[in-house]
């Protein structure tokens, strides 16, 4: 049987036993006999950007801008860091400036928080108050992350001795009351500033992420792009920082925005309950302290402070399950 002889189109031409074939592969119906399919642009060859692979960042950030929570929660919290930042932008006053004959008045012109039991301008004292908080939430995520994802990087990385030691220590950790841990640690502190209160939740903080980035090194390590690397001689340092770490960074991410929202309420619990910030510090959770006892005759007293509060956590979280659900993929 004669061989089947193939022309430049790729299409099998005619032989001699069968006649005109004029198959090829991909024609379509319109195709005639014997006819050279084209190519179209854009095929195999082509090296445009449409081609391109997208990463895992990428295709993040595209969800991202696509997601209303994000936006919406991205707003809320670019506002508050410019408040922190320049605080006098929107409030002129000072919070520490008080007028006793003034004490637990409501709206007055100039005045739209009214007053708290000190006479002091709340309005002020709320949009000030942003700043400890901010200042507290982003320094404490910073350090716990920093702290939290190296310890458990090399202990997930290296394992051995090392793992053992710190899935211990973790336990330890864990067994501790956060408040009631708060109340004895930072009850014999009688600084005034945010860093005591930023020590204290970086101290019991890291372990949960610790953990988590534990868990995601172990899983990153196993990938045959690292047994890959580890084959043609890569060093830990090199496997590590290039191969493993950007491809376990992401659920750290998601944990450390989730948790900074709660690092903010866990400074109001704690300066509500006397052993966080105190006065003369500015803060939403002395605020609301001062407050609670005057909540019947003077509610606006706890409202707004109370209401920063909320709609600042609420702000850190809506981002963190936007951010989740951006790096996520088992949910694309």
């Given at each position: 049987?004669?061989?089947?002889?193939?022309?430049?189109?790729?299409?099998?031409?005619?032989?001699?036993?069968?006649?005109?074939?004029?198959?090829?592969m991909?024609?379509?119906?319109?195709?005639?006999?014997?006819?050279?399919?084209?190519?179209?642009?854009?095929?195999?060859?082509?090296?445009?950007?449409?081609?391109?692979?997208?990463?895992?960042?990428?295709?993040?950030?595209?969800?991202?801008?696509?997601?209303?929570?994000?936006?919406?929660?991205?707003?809320?919290?670019a506002?508050?860091?410019?408040?922190?930042?320049?605080?006098?932008?929107?409030?002129?006053?000072?919070?520490?400036?008080?007028?006793?004959?003034?004490?637990?008045?409501?709206?007055?012109?100039?005045?739209?928080?009214?007053?708290?039991?000190?006479?002091?301008?709340?309005?002020?004292?709320?949009?000030?108050?942003?700043?400890?908080?901010?200042?507290?939430?982003?320094?404490?995520?910073?350090?716990?992350?920093?702290?939290?994802?190296?310890?458990?990087?090399?202990?997930?990385?290296?394992g051995?001795?090392?793992?053992?030691?710190l899935?211990?220590?973790?336990?330890?950790?864990?067994?501790?009351?956060?408040?009631?841990?708060?109340?004895?640690?930072?009850?014999?502190?009688?600084?005034?500033?945010?860093?005591?209160?930023?020590?204290?939740?970086?101290?019991?903080?890291?372990?949960?992420?610790?953990?988590?980035?534990?868990?995601?090194?172990?899983?990153?390590?196993q990938?045959?792009y690292?047994?890959?690397?580890?084959?043609?001689?890569?060093?830990?340092?090199?496997?590590?920082?290039?191969?493993?770490?950007?491809?376990?960074?992401?659920?750290?991410?998601?944990v450390?925005?989730?948790?900074?929202?709660?690092?903010?309420s866990?400074?109001a619990?704690?300066?509500?309950?006397?052993?966080?910030?105190?006065?003369?510090?500015?803060?939403?959770?002395?605020?609301?302290?001062?407050?609670?006892?005057?909540?019947?005759?003077?509610?606006?007293?706890?409202?707004?402070?109370?209401?920063?509060?909320?709609?600042?956590?609420?702000a850190?979280?809506?981002?963190?399950?936007?951010?989740?659900?951006?790096?996520?993929?088992?949910?694309?």
């Amino acid at each position: 049987m004669p061989e089947p002889k193939y022309d430049d189109g790729g299409a099998i031409a005619a032989t001699g036993a069968g006649g005109g074939a004029g198959l090829a592969m991909g024609q379509g119906e319109g195709k005639g006999e014997g006819e050279t399919p084209e190519r179209p642009p854009g095929g195999p060859q082509s090296t445009g950007p449409a081609d391109k692979p997208r990463s895992l960042w990428s295709d993040a950030w595209r969800d991202l801008r696509r997601n209303p929570v994000f936006i919406v929660s991205g707003v809320v919290i670019a506002f508050l860091v410019v408040i922190s930042l320049w605080p006098s932008l929107i409030a002129s006053g000072n919070p520490l400036q008080c007028d006793l004959g003034k004490a637990q008045q409501g709206y007055r012109p100039g005045h739209p928080f009214g007053f708290d039991r000190q006479g002091c301008d709340v309005y002020t004292r709320t949009v000030y108050g942003a700043r400890t908080s901010v200042t507290v939430g982003v320094c404490s995520t910073l350090g716990v992350a920093l702290l939290g994802s190296v310890l458990g990087g090399l202990a997930g990385f290296f394992g051995g001795a090392w793992d053992a030691l710190l899935s211990r220590i973790t336990d330890v950790f864990f067994g501790i009351p956060v408040v009631l841990g708060g109340l004895v640690f930072l009850s014999v502190i009688t600084s005034t500033t945010v860093w005591p209160v930023i020590g204290f939740i970086v101290l019991l903080g890291w372990p949960q992420i610790a953990r988590i980035a534990r868990g995601s090194v172990i899983t990153a390590k196993q990938n045959d792009y690292v047994q890959a690397a580890r084959a043609l001689g890569a060093s830990n340092s090199r496997m590590l920082l290039r191969h493993v770490t950007p491809n376990a960074i992401a659920p750290v991410i998601v944990v450390a925005t989730i948790a900074l929202g709660t690092y903010i309420s866990l400074e109001a619990t704690l300066s509500y309950l006397g052993v966080g910030l105190k006065p003369p510090a500015v803060s939403w959770g002395i605020d609301i302290s001062a407050a609670s006892q005057y909540v019947r005759n003077a509610p606006h007293m706890l409202l707004w402070p109370a209401g920063a509060l909320a709609v600042t956590v609420l702000a850190f979280i809506m981002l963190g399950d936007a951010v989740r659900d951006a790096l996520d993929p088992k949910l694309r």
